[in-house]
């Protein structure tokens, strides 16, 4: 089983509403990050939080604003958003920002959204 | 041409069968290589984990990289309906700060 886990695991949103996802790890990892995943395509980079500070955006839209509130937990605010948006939202953590020898990025279940 | 090349599939195939997974790359500076299996509607699970070149086996699966040709293979022994699922690789440059690359995805299933 993952250790990574997210909620909710499944999410319908209309474009007016304003919702969150969570995740959380208890690994003791400092790196925690959002991929967006569609149907059919590899995880996309969202973000990244290093040591509770953003890292890198992805240049996404901010009808998506993350927040990384402690070291073990990861929140993805979302807010108008439209329905291209729907996706399986994966949120991941590793020991630090770089892949080294025997640090490796962990997947949680993912959250799936439907924007209506 | 892109990063990390990966044949979608879908890949067919009998219980008992080995399976090859393959994908290539074009940067250089990737040196750690891993392999995710996911299966339908759920996150991605590190399978395999190997840096720089060489061979790894965990089970059923050996993991095998050739940095000189740019390749890096997932072999699957004795395959099983439970293998069934969409496998990715993902590579990495020794960098810090520097993303994790995925290949598009193998899709496998294994009939019984």
């Known amino acids: 089983d993952t250790e990574v886990t997210q909620t909710p695991k499944h999410l319908v949103m209309g474009m007016t509403n304003k919702k969150s996802l969570k995740c959380e790890q208890h690994?003791?990892?400092?790196?925690m990050y959002w991929y967006k995943q569609k149907a059919k395509k590899p995880p996309e980079l969202m973000f990244v939080?290093?040591?509770?500070?953003?890292?890198i955006n992805e240049s996404v839209p901010s009808r998506f604003s993350p927040e990384c509130p402690n070291s073990s937990l990861l929140n993805l605010h979302l807010h108008a958003l439209q329905p291209e948006d729907s996706a399986l939202y994966l949120c991941?953590?590793?020991?630090?920002?770089?892949?080294?020898?025997?640090?490796?990025?962990?997947f949680g279940e993912g959250s799936w959204l439907t924007v209506v | 041409q892109k990063e990390v090349e990966q044949d979608p599939g879908p890949l067919s195939v009998p219980e008992g069968a080995i399976v090859s997974l393959n994908c290539t790359y074009s940067?250089?500076?990737?040196?750690?290589f891993m392999w995710y299996r996911q299966y339908s509607r759920k996150g991605p699970e590190l399978l395999m984990y190997?840096?720089?070149?060489g061979n790894k086996e965990d089970g059923r699966f050996t993991a095998q990289v050739d940095k000189s040709s740019k390749y890096i293979s997932l072999f699957i022994r004795d395959s099983q309906p439970s293998d069934s699922a969409t496998y990715l690789c993902?590579?990495?440059?020794?960098?810090?700060?520097?993303?994790?690359?995925f290949g598009k995805g193998t899709t496998l299933s294994v009939s019984s």
């Open positions: 991941a953590s590793s020991q630090a920002w770089a892949v080294r020898s025997g640090n490796t990025i962990y």
């Open positions: 690994m003791g990892h400092r790196a």
């Open positions: 939080y290093s040591y509770e500070k953003l890292s």
């Open positions: 940067n250089s500076a990737f040196q750690y």
């Open positions: 190997t840096y720089s070149s």
């Open positions: 993902a590579m990495s440059a020794n960098q810090a700060g520097t993303a994790l690359i």
